[in-house]
Nanobody
Framework: QVQLVESGGGLVQPGGSLRLSCAAS????????MAWYRQAPGKERELVAT???????NYADSVKGRSTISRDNAKITNYLQMNSLLPEDTAVYYC????????????????WGQGTQVTVSS
């Protein structure tokens, strides 16, 4: 009933920028915390950034100062703006959202997007 779709990934040169989008759809009552994770080949999935319903944000040390997470509640979409990209930023980026959906018994359920590939290389 709820779906998250990421977009905005691709190939970018070191030092470049991109903006990832995560669009939510479905019978959504409220989206609480939204987050971005990433997983590089052979590595564990790691948290990149979070944003609460109230707009409070947190960032992993590896991206702090280079990334900004935001949300547009009217469009039920969140964004991850990444600047000064490094080769080590290469990973599949996943959107995660804690959502109260009317079709899920009015309880908080965590949803994941399918991921979008970010490759930083010259």
């Amino acid at each position: 009933q709820v779906q998250l779709v990421e977009s905005g990934g691709g190939l970018v040169q070191p030092g470049g920028s991109l903006r990832l989008s995560c669009a939510a759809s479905g019978n959504i009552f409220r989206i609480n915390t939204m987050a971005w994770y990433r997983q590089a080949p052979g590595k564990e999935r790691e948290l990149v950034a979070t944003i609460t319903n109230g707009g409070n944000t947190n960032y992993a040390d590896s991206v702090k100062g280079r990334s900004t997470i935001s949300r547009d509640n009217a469009k039920i979409t969140n964004y991850l703006q990444m600047n000064s990209l490094l080769p080590e930023d290469t990973a599949v980026y996943y959107c995660k959202a804690d959502i109260i959906a009317t079709g899920a018994g009015w309880r908080v359920v965590t949803y994941w997007g399918q991921g979008t590939q970010v490759t930083v290389s010259s």
